[in-house]
Structure formats: structure tokens, C-alpha cells
């Protein structure tokens, strides 16, 4: 909890430093980001890849969940744009701000502008349905060579599978605030 602590103040002075909005999403993913830039650091590793934008273009956020019980293929490929067309506030400006901070380069191969153009042109039942995301990385994961079970895998967002959410909302409790207040 204590590393934990600092690593969440560091983002959080990242972030307000660099003009982010700094909420519990932001730092929560950011503290993730920190963590996996500062061992490339350590290790002398210029470029990290990340998966940033394979949520936004082949509905992997849980609340694409909304559009699958639907299942409506034109309200989901709407939601998608929204989606990426939300990117930059929502993501990119975070992580950029921190990986200015170590003076790393992080290619986004999702975010490349050819591969959304096709992307975007996939019907939405290979990304999605009632029962299954991002179906179509998942398979290809699978013709990859990935076992099954690694590759439908249910996914986590980023701040809940570090465990980061959890000490944010045990060290705001700590000082009789709102995670919100906590960060500010």
C-alpha cells in the first residue's frame, strides 16, 4: 500500500501537471502505466507497444455490454466511433503525459489510421454478440497459437486487475474522502 501511495502521487502530479483530468480512472490506468514504463526505464528500453484503441474498435469495454443484450450491429458501430472518437480526452492524453514523463516512445498499432479505417468496416458480429467481446482478436489469438483459455480470457480493466482502485479507495477512506476529493 505504501509503494502503491507514492505511485499514485507521482500520477497524479503527472496528470495535473500535464493538464489531464486527474480522476480515479486516469490515475488508477495511469499508476498501471507508470509501473510498466519505469521498469522499461530501468531496463533501457526505448518503445513499449500498448494496446490502447483494440477496446474502442472491436467492443471490448464492458459497456459495450449494453449494446450486446440488444445487439443492434448499427448502434454498436455507433458506439464504437464514439468510442475512439473519445480517445484522446479519455486515454491518450493520460498516457501520453506519463510516457513524456520517463522520455519513452509507446507505438499504439490499434490507433494506426489504416487499420481503424479497415477495422471500422468489420461487421460488429465478428467483434461482438450477446455472449462474447472482441471475438474477432480472440480468434485470432487462437490461430496465433494461444490456448483457448488465454485467449478468451475475460478481461480486466487495468486499474481493477492491479489492484490500484482498491488502495485509492482504502487510502481515501483513510483520510475521510471521497476517492475524487482524495486525488485532488
Known sequence: VDEAELV??????????????????NVGVGCVMYCVLEMAKKDNIPTVMAGLGSEDLFAGY?????Y???YEPDDIQETLW????????????????ISNHFG??????FLDSDLVEYGMQIHPSLKVTPEEKKIILRETAMRLGLPHALAFQKRR???????FDKVLTKLAKKNKLA????LK
Not at 82 to 97: M, Q, V, Y
Open 62 to 66: 464492458e459497456w459495450h455490454t449494453d
Open 157 to 163: 480493466a487495468a486499474q481493477y486487475g492491479s489492484g
Open 82 to 97: 464514439r468510442s475512439f472518437n473519445d480517445i484522446d480526452e479519455r486515454d491518450i492524453r493520460r498516457d501520453t503525459a
Open 8 to 25: 499514485i502521487a507521482r500520477v497524479a502530479k503527472i496528470l495535473k501537471d500535464s493538464n489531464t483530468a486527474v480522476n480515479p480512472i
Open 104 to 109: 519513452i516512445k509507446v507505438i499504439t498499432p
Open 179 to 182: 476517492v475524487s476529493e482524495f
Open 68 to 70: 450486446r443484450n440488444t
